[in-house]
């Protein structure tokens, strides 16, 4: 499975209709045409910042490195930054728990991840609990699809995300006050991890249109 980029910012008040045209007619072209797939956008609702995600899938580590060590990306996220401040990149892998070839586009959706790094030691006892008890779990609580696990090999704030989708804002309520969910998290953070935190996302809008990555 291709591996994801991820770039996320805020943008600076004041720009917003010059960094609605930049984003639409320039740089999504544009990383488009170098081999960066645009697969997400994404305004955090709740949790850490930067305000905004862009989720892009790219083939390789070899073929991400030869695209942003290039001058042609280097200028294009100059002119970024001259719109947008906090400029923040990760790259992820998935952690082999997928059951897509690929990851898609999607529309109109709310995502709710957790963020967190390992515990020392825990790494063999963390695999079984999540492959045996908290995966299992999750996949009984039919509105919402668990949409990947990804480790984090540079940039972000954590060594793990867990990816959860699902259709209405509503269901984010109604699985933080589910009992199950509850109770594995609370294993999960208690036994396995630290530095936890967990943010809701919003699809920005289209991504077929030139306004998707338009708040």
């Not at 989720?55 to 970024?80: G, M, Y």
């Not at 070839?101 to 790094?117: A, E, P, R, S, T």
């Amino acid at each position: 499975m291709p591996i994801l980029f991820n770039i996320s910012w805020d943008i600076i008040p004041g720009n917003e209709h010059e960094y609605s045209e930049f984003i639409a007619n320039s740089f999504i072209p544009e990383v488009t045409a170098m081999g960066l797939l645009p697969v997400g956008g994404y305004y955090v609702e709740v949790g850490f910042g930067p305000r905004v995600i862009g989720v892009n899938s790219c083939e390789s580590h070899q073929k991400l490195a030869e695209i942003i060590t290039s001058q042609r990306f280097k200028d294009l996220i100059l002119k970024l930054k001259s719109m947008v401040y906090n400029y923040r990149t990760a790259v992820l892998e998935p952690t082999g728990r997928f059951r897509k070839d690929q990851y898609l586009i999607q529309k109109g959706v709310w995502k709710f991840n957790q963020y967190y790094d390992l515990r020392p030691g825990k790494k063999a006892e963390y695999k079984d609990y999540i492959l045996n008890v908290h995966l299992p779990t999750m996949e009984k609580i039919d509105y919402v699809e668990v949409t990947g696990g990804w480790n984090v090999v540079l940039g972000g704030v954590s060594e793990i995300i867990a990816e959860f989708t699902v259709k209405d804002p509503i269901d984010i309520g109604r699985l933080l006050n589910n009992d199950d969910f509850r109770k594995i998290t609370l294993k999960l953070r208690t036994d396995f991890v630290w530095n936890y935190q967990s943010r809701i996302l919003r699809c920005t809008e289209r991504f077929d249109e030139p306004k998707w990555f338009r708040l």
